[in-house]
């Protein structure tokens, strides 16, 4: 009953570093969604998918990216990490094709970045 | 200005109180509605989920939505310790990978 997993759980990196941000799914869901998390604060969109090849910029987009070739994963990468982008990163999944049900999230990576 | 604004709280109520959370939102073409319940260093849990206007109930919650006044709104009755959590609202259009959440409120409930 694994649902919606996120790797790493923690993570610190140094001010250019690069790195990937996993995400995975076990439902068959279409749809899936990057967000992040900031102290205070609601979720905001980075990218979503709508399926395996697509993909698109949500609110916050600029210093990520994300590709997806297969409906299980949708990796988030930060191509040279910066102190702004310190935050809890939520990864979620649905599928419009269930009822238009609405979106199940993982348990987050923190990421620190100094 | 924001698309969702919610009560920005903190919320400190005693255990068995009603609890009433509540949001706005300025964008018109949003047709479904969600309560979302985040422990801390956990991942959002979908507590309602409610398309178009009217009420919806589910145990001790019940989501409202009035869409001619751009407002919903979560009650908890009889309130329990283990309900102290972030209450986020969330909204969306048809787009299932796109939803606009509310900044939270959190509770707590004390024994």
């Known amino acids: 009953n694994a649902g919606v997993t996120q790797t790493p759980k923690f993570q610190v990196l140094k001010t250019g570093q690069s790195m990937t941000l996993q995400c995975a799914q076990d439902?068959?869901?279409?749809?899936m969604s990057w967000y992040r998390q900031d102290p205070g604060m609601g979720l905001r969109l980075i990218h979503y998918?709508?399926?395996?090849?697509?993909?698109d910029q949500g609110e916050v987009p600029n210093g990520y990216n994300v590709s997806r070739s297969t409906t299980e994963d949708f990796p988030l990468r930060l191509l040279s990490a910066a102190p702004s982008q310190t935050s809890v990163y939520f990864c979620?999944?649905?599928?419009?094709?269930?009822?238009?049900?609405?979106?199940?999230f993982g348990d987050g990576t923190r990421l620190s970045i100094l | 200005q924001k698309e969702v604004e919610q009560d920005p709280g903190p919320l400190s109520v005693p255990e068995g109180a009603i609890v009433s959370l509540n949001c706005t939102y300025s964008?018109?073409?949003?047709?479904?509605f969600m309560w979302y319940r985040q422990y801390s260093r956990k991942g959002p849990e979908l507590l309602m989920y409610?398309?178009?206007?009217g009420n919806k109930e589910d145990g001790r919650f019940t989501a409202q939505v009035d869409k001619s006044s751009k407002y919903i709104s979560l009650f908890i009755r009889d309130s329990q310790p283990s309900d102290s959590a972030t209450y986020l609202c969330?909204?969306?259009?048809?787009?299932?990978?796109?939803?606009?959440f509310g900044d939270g409120t959190t509770l707590t409930v004390k024994p």
């Open positions: 979620a999944s649905s599928s419009p094709g269930q009822g238009n049900q609405p979106q199940h």
């Open positions: 439902m068959n869901h279409e749809y």
């Open positions: 998918s709508v399926g395996a090849g697509i993909t």
């Open positions: 964008n018109s073409a949003f047709q479904y």
């Open positions: 409610t398309y178009s206007s």
């Open positions: 969330a909204m969306r259009n048809t787009n299932a990978g796109k939803s606009t």
